[in-house]
């Protein structure tokens, strides 16, 4: 049984992302709206909340549970936070694969396997370019049998 986690620098990619976007909407609230003080303010708080969430407590949380594990077989996903999901999906099942990389997803992580079999479709989620092969080549090799 092989085991595959998400990419930890997907994880930090997405922290830019979000401290950018929301650097951004906070500098908009404090240039459009210091007209209506106490407005601008909740807002700057609201996003400055939602950001810390995400990127403090929620993102690493994720990134931790999130597990593949490939069988002779199937291959079984373990993932969330809140609510914990166990997927599984055998082999012999897959009808087809799509393969999602971003540009440089080497370097950020952002690569994506989407499992489709009839009735169903399981995402594999922040791989890493090397791990997305492996899987790749695994289920061809169990195709080819």
């Given at each position: 049984m092989k085991r595959y986690y998400a990419d930890r620098t997907g994880l930090n990619v997405l922290r830019l992302l979000i401290?950018?976007?929301?650097a951004m909407v906070i500098f908009l609230a404090y240039r459009y709206l210091s007209f209506i003080p106490i407005f601008m303010w909740i807002i700057m708080l609201v996003f400055f909340t939602i950001c810390f969430f995400i990127t403090?407590?929620?993102l690493p949380l994720y990134f931790k549970s999130v597990n593949y594990y490939i069988t002779g077989r199937k291959i079984i996903k373990h993932s969330g936070f809140f609510y914990k999901t166990n997927q599984v999906m055998r082999f012999d099942s897959i009808k087809y694969t799509t393969v999602i990389s971003t540009l440089f997803s080497k370097k950020?992580?952002?690569?994506?396997?989407?499992?489709?079999?009839?009735?169903g479709r399981m995402i594999?989620?922040?791989l890493k370019q090397r791990d997305?092969?492996?899987?790749?080549?695994?289920?061809?090799?169990?195709?080819q049998k």
């Amino acid at each position: 049984m092989k085991r595959y986690y998400a990419d930890r620098t997907g994880l930090n990619v997405l922290r830019l992302l979000i401290f950018a976007i929301t650097a951004m909407v906070i500098f908009l609230a404090y240039r459009y709206l210091s007209f209506i003080p106490i407005f601008m303010w909740i807002i700057m708080l609201v996003f400055f909340t939602i950001c810390f969430f995400i990127t403090i407590i929620y993102l690493p949380l994720y990134f931790k549970s999130v597990n593949y594990y490939i069988t002779g077989r199937k291959i079984i996903k373990h993932s969330g936070f809140f609510y914990k999901t166990n997927q599984v999906m055998r082999f012999d099942s897959i009808k087809y694969t799509t393969v999602i990389s971003t540009l440089f997803s080497k370097k950020t992580g952002f690569n994506f396997v989407m499992l489709n079999a009839f009735g169903g479709r399981m995402i594999l989620t922040f791989l890493k370019q090397r791990d997305l092969e492996e899987i790749l080549l695994e289920i061809q090799l169990y195709k080819q049998k």
